[in-house]
């Protein structure tokens, strides 16, 4: 192991709190809390990692075809190269602040030095040629050796988003929102969706995340949930209701992202909720 980073006890124990911290928000909605296993915890990283990058280290640094930044770890963090910017959050360098704040003292010299200029490589057609390169595999080792810590990060950002949805709805949906995360978050297998529908698609809550005024992110598929039973229905109807979300986020798209290639896929990803529920 990385003798620069946490030991794995001490992110083990940071990354439970965060668990613990959910199951409460989930209880005080809810009245009874999330029996999440330890194995249960680290199913989650496993399965976004597998669900972003095949599970493996290659993928943790990419650049799709068609898109303006890097995607880089288990989750796919956006970073936009600099002077580049788009409508997307650019979670890269938050992931970056909160490994900081985890206790990582060394970063890879290739983020350290551009973190404040953005992704170091301006073009997809660049990021490919040092594929290679002893920058590119540094920050694979580096993200190879912090997976912990990355979904430390996606549940942090999960904890986070219930809080701010509720800002973003409407006064007479918040009440309905919050019910609907809550019937989702009942189970191990909901608390995965709900970490990987975030970390996804977002939280639905930014303005610029929205084609003609519509989002597409987790705010908008609890909105359109109305049910009331737990387990395996909540989570079947969350399923629905992202395949919903994202059918009409492609129908709304600008024509020129030809973002109808990747409809496919997300359906398979949200249609996959529910398996073994």
């Not at 190269?81 to 890269?92: C, I, T, Y």
């Not at 007479?172 to 909901?190: L, M």
């Not at 395949?243 to 249609?271: D, I, M, Y």
């Amino acid at each position: 192991m990385d003798k620069r980073l946490p030991s794995t006890r001490s992110k083990m124990g940071w990354f439970l709190a965060s668990l613990a911290c959910l199951c409460l928000a989930v209880a005080a909605q809810t009245h009874a809390a999330v029996a999440l296993s330890n194995a249960e915890a680290m199913r989650i990283g496993k399965k976004v990692w597998q669900n972003e990058c095949n599970g493996s280290v290659a993928g943790l640094t990419s650049w799709n075809a068609g898109e303006n930044f890097a995607s880089l770890g288990i989750g796919h963090f956006i970073w936009y190269p600099k002077g580049v910017r788009g409508p997307f959050d650019e979670s890269f360098p938050k992931y970056i602040a909160f490994a900081l704040s985890a206790g990582v003292k060394l970063l890879p010299t290739i983020v350290t030095s551009n973190l404040e200029k953005g992704c170091p490589w301006q073009t997809r057609e660049e990021f490919l040629a040092a594929e290679s390169s002893t920058d590119m595999k540094g920050l694979r080792e580096f993200l190879a050796n912090t997976v912990v810590l990355q979904t430390q990060f996606l549940i942090a950002r999960l904890e986070n988003s219930l809080p701010k949805m509720l800002d973003e709805a409407a006064p007479a949906e918040r009440k309905n929102v919050g019910e609907q995360f809550a019937r989702v978050a009942s189970t191990p297998r909901g608390c995965y969706a709900l970490v990987d529908y975030v970390n996804f698609k977002g939280e639905g809550t930014l303005h610029t995340e929205r084609y003609h005024d519509q989002g597409w992110g987790l705010l908008q598929v609890l909105e359109n949930m109305h049910g009331q039973d737990n387990g395996r229905a909540a989570l079947e109807e969350f399923s629905r209701s992202a395949a919903n979300v994202l059918r009409r986020r492609v129908q709304n798209s600008p024509p020129e992202r030809k973002e109808a290639r990747w409809l496919p896929g997300w359906l398979n990803r949200v249609n996959s909720y529910p398996a073994n529920s």
